[in-house]
C-alpha cells in the first residue's frame, strides 16, 4: 500500500543466511504497523528484496519522488497475518507480531487486535497490565487496536 512502512533485516554476520521466521516476522510487522491494519484487513500480501535492489536513485529517464525508494527486479511476495502482541522486553516496550513479541518478553503477552478504540484508554489499559512507561505504550501501538480477550 502506498505509505507503508519497511523493515529492514540485519544479519549479525556476513556468512549467516536469514531464517525463514525473520523474514515472516518482518513482513508481519510490516503489513502490522502499515494502513491493512487501521483498515480491519486480517491479511495481506507484502513484498521483500536483497539490499542490491533497492536504490534512491531514479533510472535514466525516469522520476522518483522525494523520500521514495525505487525497487529494481524481483520482488518476493508472502501473505501475512495481522496478529499483534505487545509485551515489556529487556529494552522496553515491544509491539509486533506474536511470535517475535513472545521471543523478546520478560513478562506477560498481551495479545492486540484491530479496533476502533480510543489509543490512550488502551494505553492505559496495557500499562496497568503490563506495566511500562504510557508514552512508550502509545509510540509501539498501531492504529486502530484494542485488546483481544
Known amino acids: 500500500m502506498a505509505g507503508s512502512p519497511f523493515f529492514v ?5 556476513i556468512d549467516k543466511e536469514i531464517d525463514k521466521l525473520t523474514i515472516k ?3 508481519d510487522a510490516t503489513a502490522i504497523f502499515s494502513k491493512a491494519w487501521k483498515l480491519g484487513v486480517s491479511n495481506t500480501e507484502v513484498y521483500y528484496v536483497s539490499p542490491d535492489q533497492v536504490s534512491k536513485e531514479a533510472k535514466a529517464g525516469e522520476f522518483i519522488a522525494k523520500g521514495a525508494f525505487m525497487v529494481i527486479g524481483k520482488r518476493n511476495f508472502l501473505n501475512t497475518d495481522l496478529k499483534c502482541a505487545i509485551a515489556m522486553t529487556k529494552e522496553g516496550t515491544m509491539a509486533g507480531p506474536i511470535t517475535a513479541v513472545k521471543k523478546n518478553a520478560t513478562g506477560k503477552v498481551l495479545v492486540l487486535q484491530q ?3 480510543k ?3 488502551i494505553a492505559k489499559e496495557i500499562k496497568k497490565q503490563i506495566g ?14 484494542k485488546i483481544s480477550k
Open 25 to 27: 516476522e518482518a513482513a
Open 115 to 117: 479496533g476502533n478504540e
Open 9 to 13: 533485516i540485519k544479519k549479525n554476520s
Open 119 to 121: 489509543t490512550s484508554d
Open 132 to 145: 511500562g512507561e504510557l508514552d512508550d505504550i502509545i509510540k509501539v501501538l498501531p492504529q486502530g487496536v
